[in-house]
Nanobody, 123 residues
Framework: QVQLVESGGGLVQAGGSLRLSCAAS????????MGWIRRAPEKEREFVAA????????LYADSVKGRFTISRDNAKNTVTLQMNSLKPEDTAVYYC????????????????WGQGTQVTVSS
């Protein structure tokens, strides 16, 4: 069982930056692919980014490529999403996801999910 707790959301103006963190429980953290999924109001869940267990492979949605960076620290059981050049359309609840592999995360079919953290970007 893996428990995920997100932090770092908030309100920011367009063009600004935010850094989301996800703290994971469990001794086998480094074996799990991790990622971020977001859900905007009245929209379907959207894949944002994912990273392999060892951190060598990353995937990004086209909408965030070049602006967002996913990373992980297996010693601290954390995964981070650095979000730069934020746009109003990035407004959503951001969920940390774990397990199932990179492609499962991209399909929004992860084994474990956090409770989410709100990101609001004002224009």
């Amino acid at each position: 069982q893996v428990q995920l707790v997100e932090s770092g959301g908030g309100l920011v103006q367009a063009g600004g930056s935010l850094r989301l963190s996800c703290a994971a429980s469990g001794r086998t953290f480094s074996t799990y692919a991790m990622g971020w999924i977001r859900r905007a109001p009245e929209k379907e869940r959207e894949f944002v980014a994912a990273i392999s267990g060892g951190g060598s492979i990353t995937l990004y949605a086209d909408s965030v490529k070049g602006r967002f960076t996913i990373s992980r620290d297996n010693a601290k059981n954390t995964v981070t999403l650095q979000m730069n050049s934020l746009k109003p359309e990035d407004t959503a609840v951001y969920y940390c996801a774990a397990g199932g592999g990179l492609l499962a995360i991209r399909r929004r079919e992860s084994d474990y999910w956090g409770q989410g953290t709100q990101v609001t970007v004002s224009s």
